[in-house]
């Protein structure tokens, strides 16, 4: 039975590390990148380019506003999210490398969070590189700018063209050399250089999605095929002794 193969990997496992992709906070509201209802079916992924969101701040910006900011604030992590906390807890779980920027595991608990796109949570200052609680700052008026030094404020994530924080890059990748056991969560395993973070695992292989990844095939050893929320409920009842 795969749920109970799955189980004993988890439980068994001395240094297991979760990936986590969009797919985890589907079911918090937040829309994935990819797939039918995907934000980059809507809006154009330029917003999201370096070059572009500094020609053009305020349209980004607008956009930014409207997809990561208005839309996402009130998003609440799922029984995903707080399953990987209950790991954590247990202290099973060593780590959440994740590609999602919206801070929703920290949210449920977790407190060793590799943010490998960093996150929405705060705005940094591409003049002196000041970094503010997102939280803290207007967007009313767009775009906003730094109270020393007048410059524009950009979401502290990860733009396209821009390179992955190298604390964020060199933690992701001990973890994965180290790890025995991988719990891949809701990514199409498409985007690098994250996506080519778990082929370095050695381990077991546990993956959760309700699609076929470019992971399935090649490096899954137990392929849940379920939602995150579904699939991981049936984790926790067979975890229970
Ligand atoms: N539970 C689990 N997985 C799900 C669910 C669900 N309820 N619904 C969809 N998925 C899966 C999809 O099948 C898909 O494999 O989540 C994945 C979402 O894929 P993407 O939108 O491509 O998200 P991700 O793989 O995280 O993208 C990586 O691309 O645009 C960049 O920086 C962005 O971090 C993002 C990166
Ligand atoms: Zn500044």
């Known amino acids: 039975?795969?749920?109970?193969?799955?189980?004993?990997?988890?439980?068994?496992?001395?240094?297991?590390?979760?990936?986590?992709?969009?797919?985890?906070?589907?079911?918090?509201?937040?829309?994935?990148?990819r797939g039918k209802d995907g934000l980059w079916n809507k809006y154009d992924p330029?917003?999201?380019?370096?070059?572009?969101?500094?020609?053009?701040?305020?349209?980004?910006?607008?956009?930014?506003?409207?997809?990561?900011?208005?839309?996402?604030?009130?998003?609440?992590?799922?029984?995903?999210?707080?399953?990987?906390?209950?790991?954590?807890?247990?202290?099973?779980?060593?780590?959440?490398i994740t590609q999602n920027i919206d801070g929703l595991h920290q949210v449920a608990g977790n407190k060793n969070v590799i943010e490998f796109h960093g996150t929405t949570k705060k705005l940094v200052c591409l003049?002196?590189?000041?970094?503010?609680?997102?939280?803290?700052?207007?967007?009313?008026?767009?775009?906003?700018?730094?109270?020393?030094?007048?410059?524009?404020?950009?979401?502290?994530?990860?733009?396209?063209?821009?390179?992955?924080?190298?604390?964020?890059?060199?933690?992701?990748?001990?973890l994965v050399k180290e790890a025995d056991a991988l719990l891949i969560i809701g990514t199409t395993g498409e985007i690098m250089p994250a996506s080519e973070f778990p082929y370095l695992c050695k381990g077991k292989f546990i993956e959760i999605n309700p699609e076929i990844s470019k992971y399935t095939q090649i490096k899954t050893d137990i392929f849940l095929q379920e939602k995150a929320t579904v699939a991981t409920k049936k984790l926790k009842e067979f975890f229970m002794p």
């Open 127 to 174: 003049g002196c590189g000041i970094k503010y609680k997102s939280e803290e700052i207007s967007l009313d008026s767009l775009p906003p700018v730094c109270d020393k030094c007048g410059s524009i404020l950009k979401p502290d994530f990860v733009f396209f063209k821009e390179p992955i924080p190298g604390n964020a890059y060199r933690k992701s990748y001990k």
């Open 46 to 96: 330029l917003i999201l380019d370096i070059d572009y969101f500094k020609a053009n701040p305020k349209e980004s910006w607008q956009k930014i506003k409207e997809i990561f900011y208005d839309f996402m604030i009130d998003s609440k992590p799922n029984f995903a999210h707080e399953y990987l906390a209950f790991l954590e807890n247990k202290g099973i779980l060593k780590a959440v």
């Open 1 to 33: 039975m795969l749920y109970k193969e799955a189980v004993k990997i988890i439980k068994n496992s001395k240094k297991l590390v979760a990936f986590t992709g969009a797919g985890i906070s589907l079911e918090s509201g937040i829309p994935t990148f």
